[in-house]
Structures are given as structure tokens and as C-alpha cells.
Nanobody
């Protein structure tokens, strides 16, 4: 069992930056594929980025250039940095984990989920 807790969300003006954190407990986060998803009001949950157990990363086309996923094994945390925030980035951001070796871009791929953290971008 692994438990995931997201943090770092909040209200920020357009053009600013945020670093979201996904902290794992109960297991080492490096033993899991970790992904970030987001869900805006009235929209489906969409894939943002993921990190394989090896540390290799994959980004959604819409996330290329402004989103960066990273891992700190000592803190047992995976981060998602969002630069040049836009109002369209407003959503609840979730981290998810799976024991599988390979990552997936569908939410059904992941067995473990955090509670989400709200990101609101004002203009």
C-alpha cells in the first residue's frame, strides 16, 4: 500500500509559477510509476505528465514547454512545476501511482490516487 498526498496548489496570477508536490508514504516512491492528471470544472480528467521508475519522463502535448516533473527520492516526493500559468490551467491536480514498470496516460492505468490540490489562475 502507498498513500499519496498532493500539496502546493493555490491562487496565482496569470504568468506566475507553482510547484506542486506529491508525497508518498508507506512505500518508496521510486518503486512506482507516478503521473499527474488534472480536472477542470465540467471537463474530463486529463493526463499531464508522468515519471517512470527509471526517472524518464513523458508529457502530454499540451504540457510541453511549461510543465516539468521531477523526483526527490530523499523526500519521497514527486513534483510538478508549472511555469507561465494561464487561466486555462485552473483545475484540481491529482497525482497517481502504479506498481507497473511502464507508464500509461489513461487514469484507469493507476491504482493509487491522492486527494487532489486546487490550482486557480486569475487574470
Amino acid at each position: 500500500q502507498v498513500q499519496l498526498v498532493e500539496s502546493g496548489g493555490g491562487l496565482v496570477q496569470a504568468g506566475g509559477s507553482l510547484r506542486l508536490a506529491c508525497t508518498a508514504s508507506g512505500r518508496f516512491i521510486s518503486n512506482y510509476v507516478i503521473a499527474w492528471f488534472r480536472q477542470a470544472p465540467g471537463k474530463e480528467r486529463e493526463f499531464v505528465a508522468a515519471m517512470q521508475r527509471s526517472g524518464d519522463t513523458v508529457y502530454a502535448d499540451s504540457a510541453q514547454g511549461r510543465f516539468t516533473i521531477s523526483r526527490d527520492n530523499f523526500k519521497n516526493t514527486v513534483y510538478l512545476r508549472i511555469d507561465s500559468l494561464k487561466p486555462e490551467d485552473t483545475a484540481v491536480y491529482y497525482c497517481a501511482a502504479d506498481i507497473a514498470y511502464n507508464l500509461g496516460t489513461s487514469e484507469s492505468w493507476y491504482d493509487y490516487w491522492g486527494q487532489g490540490t486546487q490550482v486557480t489562475v486569475s487574470s
